[in-house]
């Protein structure tokens, strides 16, 4: 029977961490570089102007500096202050991943029309994932190891009520989102509704693939690395999949060329610049009467 904890099963775990959190960091820089030309052609006013930039931008570059701090942290580029080390990089993506979250809450809002009970449970839900991921930097203990040449956690069990609750706060916001799609029935296969509801499907998926390895394994909480294997293929799976659903929306939304014929993207209140013209109430039309009122 392995013996988890031995010294020779830690090294050869650290490096599995190690070799995978410098894959999903190439991932990341892969795919920040690669799209970085959509922010850089909205800051230069060549594509609409909309505030949600700024939570698709930084859900993005937080993602990369939380990577950036975890490969220094585990390469051992400092032998002191480890704990500060490990606990900013746990607090960079987490907010990366409450970032992508909040991307979730902003879509419930405009699908359920900014009903107040479904935007108060929203709310709370995304809150509780916040407080959750706050409590878990807070109680973050790493310490250098010449062994292993790197920053190691320790007590990594404490992450679970934290795994849980990233896992369900996802499930259940992507669940407020899919039932409001589901509830505009006559317009489900057509337009954006169509869309939002695949992207939906998609991201629900995704979470799933990428938070249920992350609580297993915290769960059996086999030893220190094995605890954080799956977090960077977490942080970089979400962050991508924001990312893209995020570009999807918007280029639907703002490319007439591909709307459906029977769906009218007229505008979406996405700017915190005044409107030009009148009204300034801007809505998903989709079909008659069914209507997406895009808020954020």
């Known amino acids: 029977m392995t013996n988890w904890d031995s010294p020779v099963v830690i090294v050869r775990d650290t490096l599995y961490l190690q070799t995978t959190l410098h894959v999903c960091w190439g991932c990341a820089i892969w795919e920040y570089l690669t799209h970085f030309y959509y922010e850089w052609a909205v800051f230069r006013q060549t594509k609409p102007y909309r505030w949600t930039i700024w939570v698709y931008s930084g859900c993005r570059i937080f993602m990369l500096l939380g990577f950036l701090l975890l490969v220094a942290a585990m390469d051992g580029w400092s032998s002191q202050h480890c704990t500060a080390?490990?606990?900013?990089?746990?607090?960079?993506?987490?907010?990366?991943?409450?970032?992508?979250?909040?991307?979730?809450?902003?879509?419930?809002?405009?699908?359920?029309?900014?009903?107040?009970?479904?935007?108060?449970?929203?709310?709370?839900?995304?809150?509780?994932?916040?407080?959750?991921?706050?409590?878990?930097?807070?109680?973050?203990?790493?310490?250098?190891?010449?062994?292993?040449?790197?920053?190691?956690?320790?007590?990594?069990?404490?992450?679970?009520?934290?795994?849980?609750?990233?896992?369900?706060?996802?499930?259940?916001?992507?669940c407020l989102m899919?039932?409001?799609?589901?509830?505009?029935?006559?317009?489900?296969?057509?337009?954006?509704?169509?869309?939002?509801?695949?992207?939906?499907?998609?991201?629900?998926?995704?979470?799933?693939?990428?938070?249920?390895?992350?609580?297993?394994?915290?769960?059996?909480?086999?030893?220190?690395?094995?605890?954080?294997?799956?977090?960077?293929v977490e942080l970089v799976s979400l962050g991508i999949c924001a990312g893209r659903m995020?570009?999807?929306?918007?280029?639907?939304?703002?490319?007439?060329?591909?709307?459906?014929?029977?769906?009218?993207?007229t505008s979406m209140r996405f700017s915190a610049r005044p409107a030009l013209s009148a009204p300034s109430r801007e809505i998903f039309s989709v079909g008659s009467p069914s209507t997406i009122q895009y808020y954020t």
């Open 178 to 232: 899919l039932v409001g799609i589901l509830r505009k029935r006559e317009a489900s296969r057509t337009g954006i509704v169509r869309l939002l509801y695949r992207q939906g499907i998609v991201w629900l998926a995704v979470a799933v693939l990428v938070e249920v390895p992350v609580l297993a394994f915290c769960i059996l909480n086999i030893n220190e690395p094995l605890v954080l294997l799956f977090q960077p």
């Open 85 to 174: 080390l490990y606990a900013s990089a746990m607090a960079t993506s987490y907010t990366s991943i409450g970032l992508a979250s909040l991307l979730i809450v902003l879509r419930i809002v405009a699908i359920w029309e900014k009903h107040a009970v479904v935007v108060t449970m929203a709310s709370i839900i995304w809150l509780m994932g916040v407080v959750l991921n706050v409590r878990d930097v807070t109680l973050l203990r790493a310490t250098y190891s010449s062994t292993y040449k790197s920053c190691v956690p320790y007590d990594t069990n404490k992450f679970l009520p934290n795994s849980v609750g990233i896992l369900g706060s996802d499930f259940l916001l992507l």
């Open 246 to 265: 995020y570009r999807g929306l918007m280029s639907y939304a703002l490319n007439p060329d591909d709307r459906s014929s029977v769906t009218e993207l």
